[in-house]
């Protein structure tokens, strides 16, 4: 099985060509829906945020209030830090249970989805990292018409991340999404046939 990690900058396009790749087959393993899932009402990763940062992040409902860890945590790189110390393990312990589970049901390909690829060292499970790249304006314009943000604000979640240009210096492949979305579709439908070729090699 091959192992084809997307990652890039934020709003650069990442879940519309794991999407792609998923209409084309692949199983798509996505960090993201997995630190969804442990912050769920419920979810593993509740109790440690808790008693890291108090009930002011919670709901009266107990359930987590995304907003306000948010705006705690993007202004401040310590407290993001101790967040992602606190929620990492938990996400690649998951993710690596559902990449075994791909390879018992036999997927020739399975994409990994992760944002922050190389900051949490997920780059390790991969055979091949791609980063999804796009022109700052580009990506300032998405971000703030996708989340309703004022462009400081965008810009602010934009720092937060390490550089695009560190992401494509690391990566095996760069693939630019400032591009008709034909174009990358038959990219990715050749990439995805490379993938599989090789898989199958």
């Known amino acids: 099985m091959k192992i084809i990690a997307l990652t890039g900058g934020i709003a650069c396009g990442k879940s519309t060509l794991a999407e792609m790749l998923h209409e084309l087959g692949a ?64 996400i690649i312990a998951q993710m690596k249970s559902e990449i075994e589970r791909c390879r018992e049901s036999g997927a020739p390909v399975v994409v990994l989805d992760v944002p922050l690829l190389f900051e949490t060292g997920l780059d390790r499970l991969a055979d091949e990292t791609v980063c999804v790249s796009a022109p700052l304006p580009v990506q300032l314009r998405r971000l703030m018409t996708r989340n309703g943000l004022t462009e400081e604000q965008a810009m602010t979640r934009i720092r937060s991340q390490m550089p695009l240009s560190e992401k494509e210096k690391r990566a095996d492949r760069t693939v630019s999404t400032d591009c008709p979305l034909e174009e990358l579709r038959t990219l990715m439908s050749r990439l995805y046939r490379q993938w599989l070729e090789e898989a199958q090699a």
């Open 27 to 90: 199983p798509i393993v996505d960090a993201d829906e997995v630190s969804r899932s442990l912050t769920a009402p419920g979810g593993k990763a509740l109790p440690a945020i808790r008693e890291a940062f108090g009930s002011e992040v919670f709901q009266n409902d107990q359930t987590l209030n995304r907003a306000a860890l948010a705006e705690r945590v993007f202004h401040d790189p310590e407290q993001l830090q101790k967040l992602n110390n606190l929620t990492h393990p938990l």
